[in-house]
């Protein structure tokens, strides 16, 4: 099968934007600005004039460049003049993430001649927030020969407010007054509205314009106004009207067909030919067009699908969803959920197929949901079940002379016996085996469902396991074992009425969005991973260290809170937890943005100890089957370095005032008070635990206890013991916050993600190798240091350090 290149590929141009195609016609030959008598200069080509209101795409550039950040996705426009006064005139424009320029090979009459005037614009717009928009653009001119079009420059400025159906704008032009010879250009002032009537395929617009030196009334009188329409009464075909206060007329048409459209403009001037010209459109993302747009069959990796499903579970033009597996690492939550979207697809008449370079029992499970399963003759299955292992450090920290006095609360609560003992209590080991037998069953039993086969069958395939290619088929744990180029082909018999095509691609090749505004309702996603502690999120990239600093989380959570854009918070949560504290901080927050709008939390792989401390204080949680969660319980510790600096034939000799002068030493070992003193504070913030687990789950402090003591619970086993209110991934999530806000389900939602990543983390995410190859000692040391002193000596941790390999 066909790879797709790795790291991010900036989208080319593709695909025809046909502008409707009205131009402001003056009552002179002047085209551009409109309005203007035939005494001042020809400031532009001969262009198709869209409405202040209702320009978008390149042509925002000249037209409104407060529109240029109202639609972000590359645009490019070429208009050639073919009859008229200035035939052979040339416009070339580009748009792209709020930024415009446009490039104008003109002619104009000055001195009795005709002249070549070349204009040159650099626009940028802005999107303010709430639907408005600002931006500006420059202009400057140049000819062949001396003449006041060499010092000629202009500045605009322009507003845009757009809300779905309606759209208002206004551009200050010529703001500067510039001078041409002894002529001083006065400003004028272009005032435009445009509605859609509840559809994208009609627009209605007018525009009125007065100078600097008129009035209102003036301006009216003088008829300087224009009313125009476009409409798109088939897919791919539109045809716009405009007609001017002064007689002036003009028609335009475009056909569309995928990403490419051509389009003519003709002007009419009281009856007679004012110009006539064509254009050439192409931008990113598809149009509606007259050819049935393709059937697709997505190529996928389970990385990428993570956001394209989303855009594929409401695209009727996918017939098909093949998974390439190749070694990917994911939790089991993760995978699961991944499971569960292909077969939502499936119900919905998708066909699926996974193809295997290399992968886990995680990575079949997913496989064995789909319709046909591939395999490369090399590939390894690697079903072999599932593992939990964990190191203890006991004997070797009574050799180097470490010495370790650590307490708890809640005798499940197993993290500090990696430093106390040689093994596992008893607790720990039954906790451990309850998580595995929960896990192990589910996926056995949806293997054998998806293969049609029995559990025991199943169980023997894992013991029997792992698998290259040949073998995989031999056990029936495939159907077919093909090359890529093979498999390419088998497949595209199987998806024989769609095309193969990858996620970069499909993206390319998407209909882009018709509707001047984007989704109203927003939600905010703020991520909590990683360990947590106090102050600031750090993230190191040479060691892959990740801290969710609470104040960072509380700064998003209030941001989030107090915008009346955003109708509900979604916490999605991938951590074991960290300091008490830390928790503790974020659950007030939450507690504050509850008063104001719903707070959910969504936990992914992991949501344990201090994360569910935080996710128990909202309004509704929800977890994966196959996530972990629980382990509420806290522990903290004093290691003390004494016997490992008298190995090493190092002193330390200490003056003190105050008996627990010493207790953080690390030179000091506790006595029995001092570990009492670190007890009770353990069994206060253990309390506490319970007080808000209790409070938020609907439980009384004792009925928490039974389900605490650091007990560890799948998904579905918290879902019983109610410490979770419903069993799913993002997509119930985002449904139930829906319910909650008051929105209804069909209706599509804006996801802002906070924190904003930093740019570092940008490169990082998208796979740039270069970060990797360049590491940052100096960074990573000071990384490890914060580390060490925000995790300093005795600090209270809800932390549950738990993996299993899958």
């Not at 200035?86 to 070339?92: E, M, N, R, V």
């Not at 190529?299 to 990428?304: G, K, N």
């Amino acid at each position: 099968m066909k790879q797709e290149s790795r790291g991010t590929s900036w989208l080319p141009l593709t695909v025809a934007l046909a502008a409707f195609v009205c131009t402001w016609i003056a009552p002179t030959r002047a085209t551009s600005p409109p309005f203007w008598d035939g005494a001042e200069p020809r400031l532009s080509s001969l262009i198709p004039r869209q409405s202040v209101a209702a320009t978008e795409g390149a042509l925002a550039t000249i037209h409104n460049p407060a529109a240029l950040d109202a639609r972000t996705e590359s645009d490019f426009v070429y208009i050639r003049t073919l009859s008229g006064d200035y035939q052979k005139d040339d416009a070339f424009f580009l748009g792209w993430k709020g930024l415009g320029v446009g490039l104008e090979y003109a002619s104009a009459e000055y001195g009795g001649e005709t002249i070549p005037v070349r204009k040159t614009t650099v626009s940028g717009g802005s999107h303010i927030g709430r639907g408005l928009y600002w931006g500006t653009s420059r202009s400057w001119y140049a000819a062949d020969e001396d003449n006041p079009y060499d010092d000629l420059s202009s500045w605009d400025l322009g507003v845009l407010y757009r809300k779905r159906w309606l759209s208002v704008g206004g551009v200050a032009r010529q703001v500067n007054r510039p001078k041409f010879g002894d002529l001083r250009i006065e400003r004028a002032f272009d005032f435009g509205v445009a509605i859609r009537p509840k559809t994208n395929r009609a627009t209605l617009w007018f525009d009125f314009r007065k100078s600097d030196d008129e009035s209102f009334p003036d301006a009216w009188r003088a008829k300087r106004y224009a009313f125009g329409m476009e409409l798109e009464p088939i897919n791919g075909f539109r045809v716009g009207a405009t007609a001017y206060g002064h007689g002036q007329f003009d028609i335009s048409g475009k056909v569309s067909v995928s990403q490419f459209g051509l389009g003519s403009y003709q002007r009419l001037d009281h009856g007679e030919d004012g110009g006539n010209a064509t254009y050439l459109n192409i931008h990113e993302g598809q149009t509606r067009n007259a050819v049935r747009n393709p059937y697709y069959s997505l190529i996928v990796t389970p990385d990428q699908w993570t956001n394209a499903y989303w855009r594929v579970r409401r695209d009727d033009s996918i017939r098909g969803v093949i998974v390439k597996l190749d070694g990917e690492k994911r939790s089991l939550a993760a995978w699961e959920e991944m499971r569960d979207q292909l077969i939502e697809l499936q119900g919905k008449g998708v066909k699926t197929a996974t193809y295997i370079k290399n992968t886990g029992t995680g990575g079949y499970w997913v496989a064995s949901a789909t319709d046909t399963i591939l395999v490369d003759p090399i590939a390894e299955i690697r079903l072999i079940g599932l593992r939990s292992e964990t190191a203890y450090y006991k004997d070797l920290m009574d050799k180097v002379g470490v010495g370790g006095q650590f307490v708890r609360a809640g005798e499940y609560k197993s993290g500090i016996e990696p430093y106390t003992r040689m093994e596992p209590s008893e607790p720990a080991s039954e906790n451990t085996a309850r998580l595995l037998d929960d896990f192990y069953g589910r996926i056995v039993r949806d293997i054998a469902g998806g293969r049609g086969v029995s559990e025991s069958t199943v169980r023997e395939q894992i013991d029997h396991g792992p698998y290259l290619g040949e073998a995989a088929k031999i056990a029936a744990l495939v159907d077919h074992v093909a090359m890529p180029a093979e498999a390419e082909s088998l497949l595209a018999t199987t998806f024989a009425d769609s095309t193969l095509i990858t996620i970069a691609d499909y993206v390319r090749q998407t209909e882009r969005p018709i509707e001047w505004e984007g989704p109203g309702d927003t939600f905010a996603l703020i991520r909590l991973d990683g360990m947590m502690v106090d102050g600031d999120s750090t993230y190191e990239p040479l060691t892959g260290t990740r801290l969710t600093g609470a104040d960072t989380i509380n700064r998003a959570i209030r941001e989030a809170a107090y915008d009346s854009r955003v109708k509900a918070i979604i916490l999605d949560i991938d951590s074991g937890g960290g300091l008490v504290t830390s928790s503790e901080s974020i659950w007030r927050t939450v507690q504050e943005a509850k008063q104001l709008k719903p707070v959910l939390a969504r936990i992914g792989g992991i949501g344990a100890s201090g994360a569910y401390y935080v996710a128990a204080g909202t309004d509704h949680v929800v977890a994966s089957p196959s996530s972990v969660t629980g382990s509420i319980g806290v522990f903290g510790g004093h290691v003390s370095l004494r016997g490992l600096y008298d190995k090493l034939g190092v002193a330390h000799v200490a003056d003190q005032r105050g008996e627990n002068a010493g207790f953080f030493s690390q030179t000091n070992d506790l006595d029995e008070r001092q570990i009492a003193v670190l007890q009770s504070h353990i069994d206060a913030y253990y309390d506490l635990f319970l007080e808000r687990v209790a409070e938020g789950r609907g439980l009384t402090v004792a009925e928490a206890d039974e389900r605490a003591q650091g007990q560890v619970w799948t998904g579905q086993q918290a879902f019983e013991q109610r410490l979770v209110d419903e069993l799913g991934g993002m997509r119930e999530t985002v449904a139930r916050a829906k319910e909650m806000a008051g929105i209804p389900q069909e209706r599509l939602v804006r996801v802002d993600i906070l924190p904003k990543q930093t740019f570092l983390e940008k490169l990082i995410s998208r796979g740039l190798d270069a970060v990797g190859a360049f590491p940052n000692p100096i960074s990573a040391w000071q990384t490890q240091r914060a580390l060490a002193e925000r995790l300093a000596d005795a600090r209270p941790f809800a932390w549950a350090p738990f993996s299993i390999e899958n």
